[in-house]
């Protein structure tokens, strides 16, 4: 299937590029300028876009990302150190945005005559994001069909909604995706913080995958404590 991913220049998503280029037929990656407080994944999605030999395609929706404001990620708001399943993380929602995102994403598939759009929601994300779990992709590919029925099928992949964030990392083991090229840490420095609710994240999912993590943490630590505290 001609395939376009959506590529932040995270973990999730290059491994998922890379996968897809291996098993489909990839002809683009798709990243998004909302406004977030860093550039630094637009960038590692570039260099992935480059060593698969794919075109990559920066959309710009900032004007829409200042509507969406309360954000962690969007607005002068702090980003709250500690684990994903914390109830604190859900400061780091941006309303509506992977709906959004993927909206755009099938309109240009479908303009480009691709059969396919990939997105790299995992498990992981589920307990504070309601737009990456699987009932929400049930319902968007339903709503898809319906928007462009007669005139296009585009299926929405996600091979990794009902996996671990280690079932990725193990993943992108196999596939040989140069990890340390990949940035997830929210607040942008020059190295990984180790402490928001992505880099624990991160962290803790080699651990668990027994894949050796190339990333440098400020405080590459702090993922015990919180890790316990929050299976304790």
């Avoid at 319906?146 to 193990?170: E, M, N």
Wanted: with cysteine; proline share 4%.
């Amino acid at each position: 299937m001609k395939t376009i991913v959506i590529c932040s220049g995270g973990l999730d998503s290059v491994t998922l590029a890379h996968r897809v280029a291996a098993q489909h037929d990839l002809v683009g990656l798709l990243s998004f300028d909302y406004g977030q407080r860093h550039k630094k994944e637009l960038d590692s999605a570039a260099f992935c876009a480059v060593q698969l030999g794919v075109p990559h395609q920066i959309i710009d929706i900032q004007n829409v990302g200042k509507s969406l404001s309360g954000s962690a990620l969007t607005d002068d708001v702090d980003v709250p150190d500690g684990h994903y399943e914390e109830e604190t993380m859900r400061v780091t929602v941006v309303p509506n945005r992977n709906a959004i995102m993927l909206a755009i994403a099938f309109g240009i598939a479908t303009a480009n005559g691709a059969d396919a759009v990939a997105a790299a929601v995992h498990g992981g994300d589920h307990f504070i994001y309601p737009d990456c779990r699987p009932d929400f992709i049930d319902a968007f590919q339903n709503m898809q069909d319906r928007a462009l029925d007669g005139y296009a099928s585009i299926q929405l992949l996600t091979p990794y909604v009902l996996g671990s964030k280690a079932d990725i990392v193990t993943d992108g083991a196999k596939f040989n995706v140069p990890f340390a090229q990949t940035w997830s840490c929210y607040k942008g420095g020059t190295n990984h913080c180790g402490r928001c609710g992505t880099c624990v994240e991160r962290r803790e999912a080699f651990h668990l995958a027994g894949v050796a993590d190339p990333t440098v943490y400020v405080d590459p630590d702090f993922w015990h404590l919180k890790v316990r505290e929050t299976k304790s």
